[in-house]
């Protein structure tokens, strides 16, 4: 839904430089060269020089081709050297047709020989791109627009092979064309041609230059307005329940309006003075070309030039005024590109606030135990969260952990799985410091079902088989009937190939959960996070997820993010949290005997909802 810009019909599109960026032209260019010139692949080299060597022979055969028309019409005119009088005109007119014909021949030819290069680059930068953004940490996940951003990837990306095609086979030829014309001129007629040429040239260069560089402002702002309608409603249709639940679609549509609104201001002004650009150079040109085509006819009335040459300067003249236009355009669309490619690698520059150590090694769990040794952590320098925690979970032991919100609960079970980097102290797992293991056998080693689980817009199949790269159909049913969600599955009508749709929202809390449950015990970790993972189910299926999530527990390390005390009465070790330390730990019946925190919390919520507690054990 977001808003696109449409040139006009006539005149030459509209392709300026859309958005600023910090990166210079020069920095992008070298950039892109590697994707162009790859180390360790010469079928690319060689499929790049042979496009260029096409190009040179075919702007040879674009300059020889008027000579065919001069000759043509001197024959016919009966004025033409002795071997034009000898082919005939009609020789010469078929000449100068296979001539036209080797021309384009030659131009796709370099067309299919680049093609692959330009794509494959398109290839690599997407992929190392898309890689590098799973690669940022979640600080800048939780903060970014995923609209905003996926503008930038799409119009970086695709300024990558538009950069490469049109720098290499438009910017050069048209220098090569217009300086092997300019020698023609100088050579067969006479300086003055050669002067009006220069002069067309430049004064088309140059106000061209000026006139687009004035519009950048004005396409940065209408860039700018068209990257926050595309966020305003991505936004909205991820959020699509809440529009509803609140009976908001009046108020999204004119917030969406107004958005649409701004950049329809910014829109305008791009086309009004588009209009002055195409005009002024059309001025240019047609002044150029109506000057050397008068010189030229002057020529044939004096006698110093034949119909022939009059109408070679013509055929020149329009040969310059073509890529001459097509100047505007590809200058204009350049320079897009750099700008939008300059967003992209801006991003590719973002660092990633965890990484791994140059020595990381792979983590080796042997037991599972986990510490945190005098953690410290906040989210802001200036707001702590975590202050000097201390905390042991043996190695196969359920250990859950309570307090109010805010306390540090969640921030727990992100240094564990290292979305962040502890700023103070050091979390262990088998006493190995999370900051010496690469992230990616950490990952491996850690399974986490989170409070909400959030499903791929795919089957059911898929989403389960996530939890392991190369699961079978029976290690999928297999997860499945771990999870108790087996049956359930075999009751819709496309069994495992049914579409979840965007999020899961075609499933259920509990139906979600149980196949998040699902792809987790598929991935088999032996440590096992669950962060709040029934709060967001009602009583029932709470109490048969949690059957689950015991038996998925068994062997394992598992550490429980929780509110509901009812969820935790089991665990080996409730921890409760306030403020970022431990100000209680010990099992159900422990901590309710201490009559402390954890009781006045017990007590509360059983007050709060009798029915749903359970005995006191």
């Known amino acids: 839904m977001s808003p696109s810009y449409r040139a006009p019909v006539s005149g030459q599109t509209d392709g300026a430089s859309t958005s600023g960026t910090p990166s210079s032209g020069l920095r992008i260019i070298r950039r892109v060269i590697p994707y162009l010139w790859p180390q360790g692949e010469g079928w690319i080299k060689r499929r790049v020089v042979l496009a260029l060597v096409m190009l040179v022979v075919a702007k040879l055969v674009a300059v020889g081709t008027p000579f065919f028309y001069k000759a043509a019409v001197d024959a016919l005119a009966g004025e033409g050297a002795a071997w034009m009088l000898a082919l005939g005109a009609v020789g010469l007119t078929v000449a100068y047709g296979v001539a036209r014909l080797m021309e384009i021949a030659f131009q796709e030819l370099r067309n299919v020989l680049f093609t692959r290069v330009g794509q494959r680059a398109l290839r690599k930068l997407a992929l190392e791109t898309f890689a590098h953004i799973h690669r940022l940490s979640l600080r800048y996940h939780i903060t970014r627009k995923t609209g905003g951003l996926s503008r930038i990837i799409e119009r970086g990306v695709k300024g990558v092979e538009f950069l490469l095609r049109f720098l290499l086979f438009s910017i050069f030829p048209l220098m090569l064309q217009l300086l092997m014309i300019a020698v023609i001129f100088f050579v067969m007629f006479?300086?003055?041609?050669?002067?009006?040429?220069?002069?067309?040239?430049?004064?088309?260069?140059?106000?061209?230059?000026?006139?687009?560089?004035?519009?950048?402002?004005?396409?940065?702002?209408?860039?700018?307005?068209?990257?926050?309608?595309?966020?305003?409603?991505?936004?909205?249709?991820?959020?699509?329940?809440?529009?509803?639940?609140?009976?908001?679609?009046?108020?999204?549509?004119?917030?969406?309006?107004?958005?649409?609104?701004?950049?329809?201001?910014?829109?305008?002004?791009?086309?009004?003075?588009?209009?002055?650009l195409n005009f002024?150079?059309?001025?240019?040109?047609?002044?150029?070309?109506?000057?050397?085509?008068?010189?030229?006819?002057?020529?044939?009335?004096n006698g110093a030039l034949t119909v022939g040459d009059f109408v070679l300067v013509n055929a020149y003249m329009i040969q310059i005024t073509m890529p001459l236009n097509f100047l505007g355009t590809v200058y204009r669309e350049i320079r897009q590109a750099l700008v939008d490619m300059g967003e992209m690698f801006d991003l590719l520059d973002q660092p990633a606030d965890v990484t791994d150590a140059p020595d990381a090694r792979p983590l080796q769990?042997?037991?599972?135990?986990?510490?945190?040794?005098?953690?410290?952590?906040?989210?802001?320098?200036?707001?702590?969260?975590?202050?000097?925690?201390?905390?042991?979970?043996?190695?196969?032991?359920?250990?859950?952990?309570?307090?109010?919100?805010?306390?540090?609960?969640?921030?727990?079970?992100?240094?564990?799985?290292?979305?962040?980097?502890?700023?103070?102290?050091?979390?262990?797992?088998?006493?190995?410091?999370?900051?010496?293991?690469?992230?990616?056998?950490?990952?491996?080693?850690?399974?986490?079902?989170?409070?909400?689980?959030?499903?791929?817009?795919?089957?059911?199949?898929?989403?389960?088989?996530?939890?392991?790269?190369?699961?079978?159909?029976?290690?999928?049913e297999d997860a499945a009937r771990a999870a108790r969600i087996h049956d359930f599955i075999c009751s819709l009508p496309e069994g495992y190939d049914t579409a979840v749709g965007e999020r899961g929202l075609k499933l259920s809390g509990g139906e979600k959960q149980r196949v998040g449950i699902a792809r987790t015990l598929l991935k088999n970790p032996p440590i096992l996070l669950l962060d709040e993972a029934t709060s967001a189910l009602d009583t029932r299926t709470e109490q048969s997820i949690q059957e689950s999530l015991?038996?998925?527990?068994?062997?394992?390390?598992?550490?429980?993010?929780?509110?509901?005390?009812?969820?935790?009465?089991?665990?080996d070790l409730i921890v409760v949290l306030d403020d970022g330390h431990i100000v209680e730990t010990g099992t159900h019946n422990q901590l309710l005997a201490r009559n402390g925190q954890y009781s006045e919390m017990w007590a509360r919520q059983r007050a709060d909802t009798p029915d749903t507690q359970g005995a006191t054990r």
């Open 280 to 301: 002024g150079q059309a001025f240019l040109i047609t002044t150029g070309l109506v000057v050397v085509m008068v010189m030229a006819a002057v020529g044939v009335q």
């Open 365 to 476: 769990v042997s037991g599972g135990e986990i510490r945190f040794e005098q953690v410290q952590f906040g989210y802001d320098p200036a707001r702590p969260i975590l202050k000097g925690l201390d905390l042991t979970v043996r190695a196969g032991q359920t250990v859950a952990v309570i307090g109010p919100s805010g306390s540090g609960k969640s921030t727990i079970g992100r240094l564990l799985f290292r979305f962040y980097d502890v700023t103070g102290g050091a979390v262990l797992i088998d006493g190995q410091d999370l900051r010496s293991v690469t992230q990616s056998s950490l990952h491996a080693a850690i399974g986490v079902v989170p409070q909400d689980t959030v499903l791929f817009n795919d089957t059911i199949a898929y989403n389960i088989a996530y939890g392991r790269d190369g699961a079978t159909q029976q290690d999928i």
């Open 550 to 571: 015991r038996q998925m527990g068994q062997g394992r390390t598992v550490i429980t993010i929780a509110h509901r005390l009812s969820t935790v009465v089991d665990a």
């Open 190 to 276: 006479d300086v003055w041609y050669l002067a009006a040429v220069i002069a067309t040239i430049s004064l088309y260069v140059w106000f061209t230059f000026r006139i687009t560089e004035w519009r950048v402002k004005q396409r940065r702002e209408m860039n700018r307005q068209d990257t926050d309608a595309n966020q305003k409603a991505i936004d909205s249709l991820l959020n699509f329940e809440t529009v509803k639940y609140f009976n908001a679609e009046d108020m999204e549509a004119r917030r969406y309006d107004s958005a649409m609104a701004q950049y329809e201001t910014a829109a305008v002004a791009t086309n009004y003075s588009l209009a002055f």
